[in-house]
């Protein structure tokens, strides 16, 4: 079955850098798209970035655009984000998630019920 294993989360001040991995096993995943989201304590889950596993553009929340990267590295079968000039707001806990054959714009808009598999989450604090 599909395991995603995110790691790479920790405490860093504002304006800071992280980079979250998300290690995919259990299938071959040419036809998933993953995404990354987060939450926040006392609120929603919310889309961060999503990409296609083959390749193509990625989208972003506006709230990171220009800051995070999402990107995938198929020989490690692992999917990154790159995290930089952090802002307190940005602290939650950061979720890899994957949907097989996604069709239509709503995983790229990052609407959660598309995404099937999800991993354990890797906590981000970012300090001000």
């Known amino acids: 079955q599909v395991q995603l294993v995110e790691s790479g989360g920790g405490l860093v001040q504002a304006g800071g850098s992280l980079r979250l991995s998300c290690l995919a096993s259990g299938r071959t995943f040419s036809s998933y798209a993953m995404g990354w989201f987060r939450q926040a304590p006392g609120k929603e889950r919310e889309f961060v970035a999503a990409?296609?596993?083959?390749?193509?553009?990625?989208s972003y929340a506006d709230s990171v655009k220009g800051r995070f990267t999402i990107s995938i590295d198929n020989a490690k079968n692992t999917v990154y984000l790159q995290m930089n000039s952090l802002k307190p707001e940005d602290s939650a806990v950061y979720y890899c998630?994957?949907?097989?054959?996604?069709?239509?714009?709503?995983?790229?808009?990052?609407?959660?019920?598309?995404?099937?598999?999800w991993g354990q989450g890797t906590q981000v604090t970012v300090s001000s």
């Open positions: 990409i296609r596993w083959s390749g193509g553009s990625a």
């Open positions: 998630a994957a949907v097989w054959n996604p069709v239509g714009s709503a995983w790229s808009r990052g609407r959660t019920y598309e995404y099937g598999y």
